[in-house]
Nanobody, 124 residues
């Protein structure tokens, strides 16, 4: 049974940092791309970042480029999202997901496994 479990969310002031973790279990993820998405109240789920588990190649949405860093730890089967210089508009539920699509999957429909989400709230 595949499980993606996010952790690390919380409340932080603008300009602060958080690190999200996504612990993956239930299968080998070496052929997958792991992504982070977020969804704010009343808005659609949007792509934030992704990393190819095998190559480690990262991808970022323009809105987070230069502030967020995605990484993975193969030994721990865990993907991280380091978020720096957080802004109030980063407030959302953040989801970890896994995709087998080639290239850079940025649409939520391209991901087959999802975590339950973790809340990130940035106060001004």
């Amino acid at each position: 049974q595949v499980q993606l479990v996010e952790s690390g969310g919380g409340l932080v002031q603008a300009g602060g940092s958080l690190r999200l973790s996504c612990a993956a279990s239930g299968r080998t993820f070496s052929g997958y791309t792991m992504g982070w998405f977020r969804q704010a109240p009343g808005k659609e789920r949007e792509f934030v970042s992704a990393i190819n588990w095998g190559s480690g190649m990262p991808y970022y949405a323009d809105s987070v480029k230069g502030r967020f860093t995605i990484s993975r730890d193969n030994a721990k089967n865990t993907v991280y999202l380091q978020m720096n210089n957080l802004k109030p508009e980063d407030t959302a539920v953040y989801y970890c997901a896994a995709s087998l699509r080639l290239g850079v999957p940025t649409k939520s429909g391209e991901y087959v496994y999802w975590g339950q989400g973790t809340q990130v709230t940035v106060s001004s």
